[in-house]
């Protein structure tokens, strides 16, 4: 039984941990198909599994899904996504040395180096090829060094062969039906449009993208209530007029991230200290705000 690492033990931790983040970030549609199913083939017989009779490679996970019945994300194995476990015992195995414990995972990792998503059913194996792009950024807002998310304002974060990829925004995944906020520069898009998203994270990172001070610059207001709670924290309550509708946002400056934001609230909110209250209680309290780091 181990009870304590070496020196050199704990030192190739760190090893380990900078190709898994390698491989889990690689890119490039090239793939030898047949290292790919020798490998395949060779971990269903372990599994105790017939070598497949269908073998088939596609450019993306949407691909796949799309043409092959049965295959979801949630039956994946994931390839160069499942590497941060498999690079994990695979530091067990090589560095302390526990090797039949960790046979059954040997082609899974070597797999991971090479291919992105893939299917194994009872007769038919199904492999995508990695993304050709992948865009990140350092998180806002955080302390933990090096911590990136995918991020790309103007077209797919993580983007494959086929064209098809995920929108993200700091970290942020924008749905299809959003997509016109990624294909639109900044300055071109609508901030009353944008304003109309129901979805307040996505809604929040596209004001970003605009800039949220030029974005609220440029809507039609009216002041209607300005409030500083006992903390310091700066409020204001505005009318905003989109189209032949007036509807009541609230603008702040959020204290954890020092940032501008905007958010809707509804329409019998009259002052700073309901929409304050209502966004913790889901209704328009009006006895005075009290911030959750004086209450008793």
């Given at each position: 039984?181990?009870?304590?690492?070496?020196k050199?033990?704990?030192?190739?931790?760190?090893?380990?941990?900078?190709?898994?983040?390698?491989?889990?970030?690689?890119?490039?549609?090239?793939m030898?198909e047949?290292?790919?199913?020798?490998?395949?083939?060779?971990?269903?017989?372990?599994?105790?599994?017939?070598?497949?009779?269908?073998?088939?490679?596609?450019?993306?996970?949407?691909?796949?899904?799309?043409?092959?019945?049965?295959?979801?994300?949630?039956?994946?194995?994931?390839?160069?996504?499942?590497?941060?476990?498999?690079?994990?015992?695979?530091?067990?195995?090589?560095?302390?040395?526990?090797?039949?414990?960790?046979?059954?995972?040997?082609?899974?990792?070597?797999?991971?180096?090479?291919?992105?998503?893939?299917?194994?059913?009872?007769?038919?194996?199904?492999?995508?090829?990695?993304?050709?792009?992948?865009?990140?950024?350092?998180?806002?807002?955080?302390?933990?060094?090096?911590?990136?998310?995918?991020?790309?304002?103007?077209?797919h974060?993580l983007?494959?062969?086929?064209?098809?990829?995920?929108?993200?925004?700091?970290?942020?995944?924008?749905?299809?039906?959003?997509?016109?906020?990624?294909?639109?520069?900044?300055?071109?898009?609508?901030?009353?449009?944008?304003?109309?998203?129901?979805?307040?994270?996505v809604?929040?990172?596209?004001?970003?993208k605009?800039?949220?001070?030029?974005?609220?610059?440029?809507?039609?207001?009216?002041?209607?209530?300005?409030?500083?709670?006992?903390?310091?924290?700066?409020?204001?309550?505005?009318?905003?007029?989109?189209?032949?509708?007036?509807?009541?946002?609230?603008?702040?400056?959020?204290?954890?991230?020092?940032?501008?934001?905007?958010?809707?609230?509804?329409?019998?909110?009259?002052?700073?200290?309901?929409?304050?209250?209502?966004?913790?209680?889901?209704?328009?309290?009006?006895?005075?705000?009290?911030?959750?780091?004086?209450?008793?």
């Open positions: 039984m181990i009870e304590k690492l070496t050199k033990q704990e030192e190739m931790l760190q090893e380990y941990a900078r190709a898994g983040i390698e491989i889990g970030l690689a890119t490039g549609a090239e030898d047949k290292e790919v199913r020798r490998l395949t083939d060779a971990h269903r017989v372990m599994r105790d599994v017939p070598k497949a009779k269908n073998f088939l490679v596609f450019d993306s996970p949407f691909a796949a899904i799309k043409e092959v019945p049965g295959i979801d994300p949630s039956n994946a194995l994931y390839g160069q996504h499942d590497i941060n476990w498999l690079m994990y015992l695979m530091y067990y195995r090589v560095e302390l040395g526990f090797t039949e414990e960790t046979e059954q995972i040997v082609h899974l990792f070597e797999l991971a180096k090479r291919v992105h998503w893939m299917w194994m059913s009872s007769d038919t194996t199904v492999v995508t090829r990695r993304p050709v792009e992948i865009h990140m950024q350092p998180k806002p807002h955080t302390t933990v060094e090096n911590f990136r998310v995918l991020h790309n304002y103007d077209d974060a983007k494959y062969a086929d064209g098809t990829g995920i929108y993200m925004f700091n970290g942020v995944e924008i749905p299809d039906k959003y997509s016109w906020v990624v294909t639109t520069p900044a300055d071109e898009l609508d901030v009353t449009e944008v304003l109309s998203i129901r979805n307040t994270e809604r929040t990172e596209v004001l970003k605009i800039g949220v001070e030029r974005a609220f610059d440029a809507l039609d207001k009216t002041l209607l209530n300005e409030y500083t709670c006992p903390l310091g924290n700066d409020y204001w309550l505005y009318d905003i007029q989109f189209g032949n509708n007036v509807r009541k946002y609230l603008r702040m400056y959020c204290p954890s991230k020092k940032e501008l934001a905007i958010e809707a609230v509804p329409p019998q909110i009259e002052n700073c200290e309901q929409a304050l209250n209502w966004r913790e209680y889901e209704e328009p309290i009006t006895k005075p705000y009290v911030p959750p780091e004086m209450r008793t």
